[in-house]
């Protein structure tokens, strides 16, 4: 191997995939790069070029790059790299993407800028670096900026992004709706753009799995824009997406071998129609509904951008600074009962008394939680169905079948029988009251599915968790 092609490879490894980087040396700070990257390449070549005068061969080039794999992978160390955010020995750091490949280091004790994070970051194509962040801000620029109706929502707010800055999830979805012209889509972009910037700040639906993999290992914050609805694959790949599940695709159509993605991503979703129907999607997420916007009110994108570019800085500062504070407050933090998504309750409840006192997050949550519950039972025809069964008794038992044929009898079959997410089938309704069953505990009625002897027919068991719940009249849904 050519020494002028590896002069500046000061330091090989590989990933826990086997995957080959090489640390470089870069007018004076470290870079890091896979060594199958188009721009290691680049740069090997240009390194060549002005140690030798002369080009390299593709041949010369293959074969370095062949035995620079092979060391990476087999005499080299194994370490994990990260994507904008990672954590480690207690500390959270943020890749700024500049051209030094600075980090800012959070500790309990505070936040700087280092120029040698302990932990190597990968940059993909389109992004973007972050501001460098200035201490002695507010908030208040932020909240002026967002068209948010109350406070609730922009506390809500904060505690998703004081989410995205950690490299572990879960991380709840935000999820925007609103009329045209409520500032859905610059509200994401601006969000999006406090954590990890991007060339493509915002995207379409994702078309499938294979493209989500692909959006989620390019960007630690997802945003899809003008949503009108989920499909039932995305709604369950987004569900494991904000848990930390595992997505898998084949490499290949030829052959068997797939290709993993284990990872969480915070993300965003915005549509003029309330865009998540299914419960165990519903129970992962904030809901917030932007403010209308009036012609008098009405500022140009331009002119926003410039203010939110000019506040940008301070606004980061800001959010570290909170960020620190949960560090150091997290060994103290009270491990109270914690709803859905406990790890994101609970670092938010870390670092609410930064600004506010304890427990504001938490209210203001489980108000919003309440709120999505409404809105799903409300969307499902087969939770609405249910609710409206126990208005005025205590208890149901009855198969699958019992229940599709009572429908019949709350006057709601020639309706609902037009609807085509209507189980048609008592496995396919089985199915779907097992995916409400959350939703509807939290409304006061408890579903448990029992078989009844050996070869029984399994029956389905339906009660009131107390008197007078809230199962007892349907609540208003709302905004």
Request: a neutral charge.
């Amino acid at each position: 191997m050519d020494p002028a092609l590896l002069s500046a490879c000061f330091e090989l490894f590989h990933t826990p995939a086997g995957t080959a980087f090489a640390d470089l040396l870069i007018q004076g700070h470290r870079e890091t790069w896979p060594v199958r990257s188009r721009r290691f390449r680049l740069f090997s070549r240009q390194n060549y070029y002005e140690a030798t005068g002369t080009a390299a061969s593709a041949l010369a080039i293959g074969l370095a790059f062949d035995q620079l794999e092979a060391r990476a992978q087999f005499d080299a160390p194994e370490r994990s790299v990260h994507l904008r955010v990672a954590d480690h020995a207690g500390c959270l750091y943020l890749d700024l993407a500049d051209d030094c490949w600075r980090a800012v280091e959070i500790t309990p004790a505070g936040w700087r800028v280092i120029d040698k994070p302990p932990v190597r970051f990968r940059r993909p194509t389109g992004l973007l670096p972050l501001p460098l962040p200035k201490r002695g801000g507010s908030l208040g620029p932020l909240s002026g900026l967002l068209n948010l109706p109350d406070q609730d929502d922009f506390v809500l707010v904060l505690a998703w992004l004081l989410a995205a800055l950690r490299a572990q999830g879960p991380y709840p979805l935000l999820v925007v709706s609103g009329e045209q012209g409520s500032a859905k889509t610059i509200f994401c972009k601006f969000l999006k753009a406090l954590i990890d910037p991007n060339i493509a700040p915002v995207r379409g639906l994702a078309r499938d799995e294979r493209e989500l993999m692909i959006g989620a290992n390019n960007s630690h914050v997802l945003a899809f824009d003008n949503l009108s609805g989920l499909p039932d694959w995305l709604s369950d790949a987004l569900c494991r997406l904000a848990s930390g599940g595992s997505l898998a695709v084949r490499q290949l159509y030829s052959d068997d071998d797939e290709v993993l993605f284990q990872a969480a991503r915070p993300t965003l979703l915005n549509g003029i129609d309330d865009v998540i129907g299914r419960p165990d999607l519903a129970d992962r997420a904030i809901f917030l509904t932007m403010s209308q916007i009036s012609d008098t009110q009405r500022r140009s994108e331009t002119e926003l951008w410039r203010e939110f570019e000019r506040e940008r800085p301070a606004i980061l500062g800001t959010v570290l600074d909170m960020a620190a504070h949960g560090l150091r407050m997290t060994p103290l933090a009270r491990r109270e009962p914690l709803p859905r998504m406990a790890d994101f309750a609970f670092w938010a409840a870390a670092c609410e008394t930064a600004l506010w006192p304890a427990g504001t997050v938490a209210r203001a949550y489980s108000a919003n939680r309440r709120g999505a519950i409404e809105s799903v039972i409300e969307a499902d025809p087969v939770a609405a169905c249910v609710r409206e069964l126990m208005v005025n008794q205590d208890q149901w038992v009855g198969t699958a079948s019992d229940f599709l044929l009572l429908a019949d009898k709350l006057q709601r079959q020639e309706v609902l029988i037009r609807r085509p997410d209507w189980p048609r089938t008592p496995r396919a309704l089985a199915g779907r009251l097992r995916r409400a069953q959350t939703s509807l505990r939290a409304l006061g009625i408890d579903i448990a599915f029992q078989r009844e002897g050996r070869a029984g027919s399994r029956m389905i068991r339906m009660r009131g968790l107390s008197s007078g719940s809230s199962a007892s009249a349907p609540a208003s849904t709302p905004t």
